[in-house]
């Protein structure tokens, strides 16, 4: 069964693609490398060269929003009798700050891209796809742990750009309710990385993001962890969320595609994370006790735009999708920390 990946070289469609070779499927990877590495798909051919599998993995360097690459896709697959079954869309762009900077970048990627996209899928009769949305579509809200029912109100134009293409999805899905079968997958804070430490994260410049910021300060790149508020209103005073490993969230998109397998047509907004909540303060523990490193940190006032609490409730996924995590936080920490210390540089 062939699989479209689009976004495949990125730090969740990398682990996404290395599970469905894995597993057997025949995948084509569609990135435009925007943001990310083509050392990422060396290192999935070598994970799978030293296991000795054979797979089938195809790469397409090409924008999602060029209409002509994206039929052409199609057109080839077709033509080699092995047409698309199901596409994981994950090609975007994913910074928060970025997108209040770039507003109308992010809806021509986001929102552009996957109408092009869903466009493309109708001609050539492919109607299976999962796709990755965010918890960052969810308003602020005392409802904790977040359900799927949580209000949705986006707070930036990233944000805005999910809820923007789940609502096209809605639309779609009403115009016919016995064509498509979609899942639209709420990630909340994928982190970790590859147990063989040959694929993982690697953000451009400094990052954003609490994980990678811990491990380049254990690695020596970055001096001191800043933590925003150590004044929510929560245990501790640090924010509180929740970590899903990478492969429990890689392993979320096979389920989700046997979901789709089984079902004529559905329409499903899941939540994937872990289900539990952990503080900054948390993280900086165990990280410390799993891997004995030290983490210096400040304490800033809170950052613009951060909430208190924020972890999901997996209920539905557990029941609809048979899927559960299984990594612990020490799992977490243990396979960030092996891949930055192979790779202290990242890909390059
Ligand atoms: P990433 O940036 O590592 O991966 C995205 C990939 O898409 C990159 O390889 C990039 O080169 C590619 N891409 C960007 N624009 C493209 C375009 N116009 N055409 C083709 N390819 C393009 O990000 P990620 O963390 O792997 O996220 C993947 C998806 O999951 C994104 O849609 C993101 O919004 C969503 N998501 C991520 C997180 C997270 O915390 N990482 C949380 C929620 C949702
Ligand atoms: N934090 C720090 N110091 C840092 C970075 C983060 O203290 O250097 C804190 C934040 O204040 C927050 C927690 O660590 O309390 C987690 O912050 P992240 O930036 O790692 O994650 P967020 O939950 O803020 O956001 C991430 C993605 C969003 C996505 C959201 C939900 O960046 O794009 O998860 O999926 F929408």
Request: one cysteine or more; aromatic letters at 10%.
């Amino acid at each position: 069964m062939r699989i479209l990946l689009t976004g495949g070289a990125g730090f969740i469609g990398s682990h996404i693609a290395l599970l469905l070779l894995e597993r057997g499927y025949d995948v084509l990877i569609l990135d435009s490398f925007v943001n990310s590495s083509f050392n990422v798909i060396n290192r999935i051919k070598t994970y799978l060269d030293n296991k000795d599998l054979k797979y089938n993995l195809k790469i397409i360097k090409g924008d999602i929003r060029d209409k002509r690459t994206v039929d052409n896709i199609f057109f080839e697959s077709l033509k080699e009798s092995k047409p698309i079954e199901t596409v994981l869309h994950l090609a975007g762009l994913k910074s928060v700050s970025d997108s209040v900077t770039n507003p109308l970048h992010y809806w021509d990627v986001n929102v552009g891209g996957t109408l092009n996209l869903l466009l493309t899928m109708n001609e050539y009769e492919c109607h299976s796809l999962v796709f990755s949305s965010s918890a960052t579509i969810y308003g602020l809200s005392d409802s904790i742990p977040m359900s799927e029912n949580h209000n949705i109100s986006p707070i930036n134009p990233y944000g805005k750009t999910k809820v923007a293409i789940e609502n096209m999805f809605d639309d779609l899905y009403k115009s016919n309710k016995n064509l498509w079968k979609i899942c639209s997958l709420r990630y909340f804070n994928p982190v970790g990385a590859h147990p063989s430490g040959l694929i993982g994260e690697d953000p451009i410049g400094i990052p954003n993001n609490l994980f990678p910021f811990i491990t380049q300060v254990a690695i020596g790149r970055r001096t001191v962890l800043n933590v925003y508020g150590d004044n929510w209103e929560t245990r501790d005073g640090s924010g509180v969320r929740d970590y899903i490993h990478i492969i429990d969230l890689a392993q979320g998109h096979l389920a989700s595609i046997d979901y789709l397998n089984s079902n004529e047509s559905c329409l499903e907004f899941i939540n994937l994370g872990s289900g539990k909540g952990y503080s900054v303060f948390q993280i900086i523990s165990q990280f410390e006790l799993s891997t004995g490193c030290q983490i210096p940190f400040d304490i800033q006032s809170r950052r613009d735009g951060d909430v208190g609490v924020c972890y999901a409730d997996i209920s539905k996924a557990k029941k609809l999708l048979g899927w559960a995590p299984k990594k612990s936080l020490e799992e977490i920490c243990l396979d960030g920390w092996n891949w930055q210390i192979k790779n202290p540089n990242g890909y390059t």
